[in-house]
């Protein structure tokens, strides 16, 4: 896990620029503590930060490899899970090897195969190949974008990096909001659109793409998408092949040369990845695997339970905790360091994003890093499983939106109305949301429910998915800390794509199968717990003391988000604490006090970034 950052200028002679690239890079130091290390030729400069975890002494960055006096130089930002299998098939056709890091390994397998590399890979990335001989770039990003790259053209440069930070750092870049871009953020965000952020010109390599670049061409391709096809198997097989896939997957992510654990939050999900963590850490090592929860100052005591939130966590953590036999640790965050961290979560992201849900994450990552440098998350599973409110509720099924921001109007009521009046937010998402359906394929066997379903399970591990894996990376990476998803394995999402509806939701249940595939592994509480979500305080001085921050930006008549969106209606979110929005800002998660954080945030964010809005 680690950070990139790159520049290709086929007009200039940049050998000589390193300053440039290594201002870019300390802009994302954060994401790789532990080393750095810089590759200049004439027509290309690459830096690289490194967060050391596989082969520490083998495995360091910009790494070469000279074959038929081709010299072939990687960047790369992941963890590839198949490293093993890969590099048998490597020497088995004539390459050998110097240590036993998957970075030697995707560089000599992208010498073997090509552009195709990718289809070979297992794993999370981000990576930039450079041929020297044919001064070509290859820039590749995997299956579901769980490793970030941007990617710009500015002035004769083509500058790509891990976080947009390090392209504004770069002298010809310029930080610029247009239209599409202030759509993004109060049209979709915290979500985005596959492949833009929302800084003009600057754009996102979506997930599973690569880009071939050269004095010629720049070409982008897709080398994998998901395939819609008849699902054989009956129930029991079904389960038989899910469980054979999910702990393959999290055993295949197990491995580390660094201290290892989960995040464990006592849901289905968590308690999944910790159960069979913990079974192979036993069976390894003969050693108990190390597990954290995160948790509020005065929850239990502030807690109001709702639909989406049914209750709290530490019961069931202790359950699991006493059930696996894990040594626990609980992170306790306050109120005070949640605001405090809205900016550094922020600045995290690049962007305004969930609020506290994001500072808590971030909080919660760097007291874990304190004892571990690896974790493993259950996320992803709600997405690929149904496990979402908006898979089972009438009024989301039918909304002809994205369920998970619903409250379109209001979100057109922030806008300033010399922008709203330019601006069409509802148009803009709807364009969004159709564009994306049409992706989607059926068979001619489906039923009208598993199409609807079909359509929401892309819907929502295209767009909603994608906010979680870029928070989780953003957050951890902040930290110098790395966290694995083995839902996201690209075998788990292809094979549970085609398993229909109604067997997905066996007995009715949000993530019914999974339930059912877990009957035995865990205990029955555990497995019949109603979903509840990543934890947010329901502490009321957080709620008092973003509505005083955000009272006190909105006294100063030129802070800039006065200029971006309504103060009046600002105002009125404020008096009524967010009740004046209908509907939860994003997600389940995002209502009044953490909207009030949002708008806090959407102001530190135009302080920091100063962008210039061009409609």
Same mark, same amino acid.
């Given at each position: 896990?680690?950070?990139? /950052?790159?520049?290709?200028?086929?007009?200039?002679?940049?050998?000589?620029?390193?300053?440039?690239?290594?201002?870019? &890079?300390?802009?994302? &130091?954060?994401?790789?503590?532990?080393?750095?290390?810089?590759?200049?030729?004439?027509?290309?400069?690459?830096?690289?930060?490194?967060?050391?975890?596989?082969?520490?002494?083998?495995?360091?960055?910009?790494?070469?490899?000279?074959?038929?006096?081709?010299?072939?130089?990687?960047?790369?930002?992941?963890?590839?899970?198949?490293?093993?299998?890969?590099?048998?098939?490597?020497?088995?056709?004539?390459?050998?090897?110097?240590?036993?890091?998957?970075?030697?390994?995707?560089?000599?397998? @992208?010498?073997?195969?090509?552009? *195709?590399?990718?289809?070979?890979?297992?794993?999370?990335?981000?990576?930039?190949?450079?041929?020297?001989?044919?001064?070509?770039?290859?820039?590749?990003?995997?299956?579901?974008?769980?490793?970030?790259?941007?990617?710009?053209?500015?002035?004769?440069?083509?500058?790509?990096?891990?976080?947009?930070?390090?392209?504004?750092?770069?002298?010809? &870049?310029?930080?610029?909001?247009?239209?599409?871009?202030?759509?993004?953020?109060?049209?979709?965000?915290?979500?985005?659109?596959?492949?833009?952020?929302?800084? %003009?010109?600057?754009?996102?390599?979506?997930?599973?793409?690569?880009?071939? @670049?050269?004095?010629?061409?720049?070409?982008?391709?897709?080398?994998?998408?998901?395939?819609?096809?008849?699902?054989?198997?009956?129930? %029991?097989?079904?389960?038989?092949?899910?469980?054979?896939?999910?702990?393959?997957?999290?055993?295949?992510?197990? /491995?580390?040369?660094?201290?290892?654990?989960?995040?464990?939050?006592?849901?289905?999900?968590?308690?999944?990845?910790?159960?069979?963590?913990?079974?192979?850490?036993?069976?390894?090592?003969?050693?108990?695997?190390?597990?954290?929860?995160?948790?509020?100052?005065?929850?239990?005591?502030?807690?109001?339970?709702?639909?989406?939130?049914?209750?709290?966590?530490?019961?069931?953590? *202790?359950?699991?905790?006493? @059930?696996?036999?894990?040594?626990?640790? %609980?992170?306790?965050?306050?109120?005070?360091?949640?605001?405090?961290?809205?900016?550094?979560?922020?600045?995290?992201?690049?962007?305004?994003?969930?609020?506290?849900?994001?500072?808590?994450?971030?909080?919660?990552?760097?007291?874990?890093? %304190?004892?571990?440098? /690896?974790?493993?998350?259950?996320?992803? &599973?709600?997405?690929?499983?149904?496990?979402?409110?908006?898979?089972?509720?009438?009024?989301?099924l039918n909304s002809n939106t994205f369920p998970w921001s619903i409250a379109l109007d209001e979100r057109q009521k922030l806008l300033h109305e010399n922008i709203s009046s330019k601006i069409n937010l509802k148009e803009y998402v709807s364009e969004k949301y159709e564009k994306s359906l049409s992706k989607v394929e059926f068979l001619n066997t489906d039923t009208q429910d598993n199409k609807l379903h079909r359509k929401l399970i892309y819907l929502t591990s295209n767009w909603f998915m994608q906010t979680l894996l870029d928070r989780t990376d953003r957050m951890c990476m902040f930290n110098g800390f790395e966290v694995r998803v083995p839902f996201c394995d690209y075998r788990i999402v292809e094979y549970a794509w085609n398993i229909p509806w109604e067997m997905k939701a066996y007995k009715g249940r949000e993530?019914?199968?999974?339930?059912?595939?877990?009957?035995?592994?865990?205990?029955?509480?555990?497995?019949?717990?109603?979903?509840?979500?990543?934890?947010?305080?329901?502490?009321?001085?957080?709620?008092?003391?973003?509505?005083?921050?955000?009272?006190?930006?909105?006294?100063?008549?030129?802070?800039?988000?006065?200029?971006?969106?309504?103060?009046?209606?600002?105002?009125?979110?404020?008096?009524?604490?967010?009740?004046?929005?209908?509907?939860?800002?994003?997600?389940?998660?995002?209502?009044?006090?953490?909207?009030?954080?949002?708008?806090?945030? /959407?102001?530190?964010?135009?302080?920091?970034?100063?962008?210039?809005?061009?409609?």
């Amino acid at each position: 896990m680690c950070g990139i /950052v790159g520049i290709v200028n086929y007009r200039e002679n940049i050998s000589d620029q390193k300053s440039v690239i290594r201002n870019m &890079s300390r802009e994302i &130091s954060r994401r790789g503590p532990d080393e750095d290390g810089i590759f200049c030729e004439k027509h290309v400069n690459l830096a690289h930060k490194r967060l050391s975890i596989i082969d520490i002494e083998n495995g360091k960055q910009p790494m070469s490899y000279k074959l038929d006096e081709v010299t072939y130089t990687i960047v790369y930002n992941g963890q590839i899970y198949n490293t093993e299998e890969l590099r048998q098939i490597l020497k088995d056709n004539g390459f050998k090897f110097e240590g036993h890091s998957d970075t030697e390994v995707i560089l000599k397998a @992208y010498v073997f195969y090509g552009k *195709d590399v990718c289809k070979h890979l297992n794993g999370i990335f981000a990576l930039a190949i450079w041929n020297s001989k044919k001064e070509e770039l290859f820039l590749a990003r995997d299956h579901f974008g769980i490793k970030p790259l941007y990617y710009s053209f500015a002035g004769e440069n083509l500058i790509f990096a891990s976080e947009v930070k390090a392209i504004l750092a770069h002298p010809a &870049s310029k930080a610029i909001i247009d239209k599409t871009g202030i759509s993004e953020l109060f049209g979709l965000g915290p979500g985005h659109t596959q492949g833009i952020s929302p800084f %003009k010109g600057i754009e996102e390599l979506e997930p599973a793409h690569f880009i071939v @670049y050269n004095k010629n061409c720049f070409r982008k391709e897709e080398f994998w998408k998901i395939e819609t096809k008849e699902h054989t198997d009956n129930l %029991k097989q079904t389960c038989e092949k899910l469980r054979f896939l999910i702990k393959d997957s999290i055993e295949r992510q197990l /491995v580390s040369d660094v201290p290892i654990g989960t995040l464990l939050s006592g849901g289905l999900d968590s308690s999944i990845i910790t159960k069979y963590a913990s079974d192979y850490y036993k069976r390894k090592y003969g050693k108990k695997l190390d597990t954290f929860s995160v948790d509020y100052v005065d929850q239990e005591k502030n807690f109001v339970k709702n639909d989406f939130q049914p209750n709290t966590d530490n019961y069931y953590i *202790d359950l699991m905790v006493n @059930y696996l036999d894990t040594n626990h640790k %609980k992170i306790v965050l306050d109120t005070p360091e949640l605001f405090d961290s809205l900016e550094d979560a922020m600045i995290a992201r690049d962007f305004p994003g969930m609020a506290d849900v994001d500072s808590s994450y971030l909080l919660f990552f760097k007291n874990v890093k %304190k004892d571990i440098k /690896v974790a493993l998350s259950g996320e992803c &599973s709600d997405e690929i499983f149904g496990g979402y409110p908006w898979y089972f509720r009438e009024d989301t099924l039918n909304s002809n939106t994205f369920p998970w921001s619903i409250a379109l109007d209001e979100r057109q009521k922030l806008l300033h109305e010399n922008i709203s009046s330019k601006i069409n937010l509802k148009e803009y998402v709807s364009e969004k949301y159709e564009k994306s359906l049409s992706k989607v394929e059926f068979l001619n066997t489906d039923t009208q429910d598993n199409k609807l379903h079909r359509k929401l399970i892309y819907l929502t591990s295209n767009w909603f998915m994608q906010t979680l894996l870029d928070r989780t990376d953003r957050m951890c990476m902040f930290n110098g800390f790395e966290v694995r998803v083995p839902f996201c394995d690209y075998r788990i999402v292809e094979y549970a794509w085609n398993i229909p509806w109604e067997m997905k939701a066996y007995k009715g249940r949000e993530k019914g199968l999974l339930r059912y595939c877990m009957e035995g592994e865990l205990p029955e509480e555990i497995i019949y717990r109603k979903k509840s979500p990543y934890p947010k305080t329901h502490n009321p001085s957080y709620t008092k003391i973003v509505k005083e921050k955000l009272s006190k930006i909105m006294q100063n008549i030129d802070a800039p988000i006065n200029r971006l969106l309504n103060r009046k209606y600002i105002l009125e979110i404020i008096e009524t604490e967010g009740k004046a929005f209908s509907r939860p800002w994003f997600g389940q998660l995002m209502t009044g006090p953490q909207l009030m954080a949002y708008l806090i945030q /959407v102001n530190m964010w135009l302080e920091k970034y100063n962008p210039r809005i061009e409609l």
